[in-house]
């Protein structure tokens, strides 16, 4: 049984370009959570996405950012025109059901580094 | 407001040697607490989680950590470290939020193990 994927796993961008980073979840698990981890700090939450639905996005910049998680595919983090402060790693994770004590089940992350 | 404090950056134990790594949470109600691991360039790996019962909760890889509600701690513990122990580590609260529920990770203890 595969765990959570992420990719690309490294991700280079130019500033005003466009960052898409994927997440399959783990199989059967239908909730998604994507968090960012800035270089020597935790993982800040970003958005909690259940198939086709977003439940909470409230850790998400207003502009810029957007998440998707369709019915068919993995998830989808964007980030339009981005910007060096955008450089961080991004975490995906996924878990069985929403519960408060679910087992959240992280994928490797992707490395976005914007120059 | 929520929050999850993790006092030591850095730790360096030697090889054999007890660790504690120290966790403090913010949370009014009963906390969902959990403690993560998370090797270079990997994703962070659930270690132990607490919700309700015995406050001394046993792990993978030898860990153990213990509730304290007096103390709003959650401190992780092994008896004999291992050079792999080398890492970094996440303590995280869970609690309900709108929409559902949100993980808040602390900084993070980066662990050295010398020979």
């Known amino acids: 049984n595969a765990g959570v994927m992420q990719n690309p796993r490294h991700l280079v961008r130019r500033r005003g370009q466009e960052a898409r980073l994927r997440c399959s979840p783990m199989?059967?698990?239908?909730?998604v959570y994507w968090y960012r981890q800035l270089p020597e700090e935790g993982l800040k939450f970003m958005v909690y996405l259940q198939k086709e639905n977003i439940i909470d996005e409230s850790g998400m910049p207003k502009e810029r950012f957007s998440a998707e998680f369709p019915k068919e595919g993995p998830s989808i983090l964007r980030i339009q025109q981005v910007v060096r402060g955008d450089s961080a790693a991004y975490f995906c994770?996924?878990?069985?059901?929403?519960?408060?004590?679910?087992?959240?089940?992280f994928g490797p992350g992707t490395r976005l580094l914007v120059l | 407001a929520q929050s999850v404090t993790q006092p030591d950056i850095h730790i360096t134990v030697s090889e054999g040697a007890s660790l504690e790594l120290r966790c403090n949470y913010s949370y009014g109600a009963t906390p969902y607490l959990f403690w993560y691991v998370q090797s270079p360039g990997q994703g962070l790996q659930l270690l132990l989680k607490?919700?309700?019962?015995?406050?001394l909760v046993q792990g993978i890889k030898g860990f153990e950590a213990e509730f304290k509600r007096s103390q709003s701690s959650f401190n992780l513990r092994k008896p004999s470290v291992h050079w792999s122990d080398a890492a970094e580590y996440f303590c995280?609260?869970?609690?309900?939020?709108?929409?559902?529920?949100?993980?808040?990770f602390g900084a993070g203890t980066r662990l050295f193990v010398k020979a």
């Open positions: 199989k059967g698990h239908s909730h």
């Open positions: 994770a996924s878990s069985l059901a929403g519960g408060l004590g679910e087992t959240q089940y």
């Open positions: 995280a609260v869970a609690h309900l939020n709108t929409g559902g529920f949100k993980t808040i």
């Open positions: 607490y919700f309700s019962g015995d406050t």
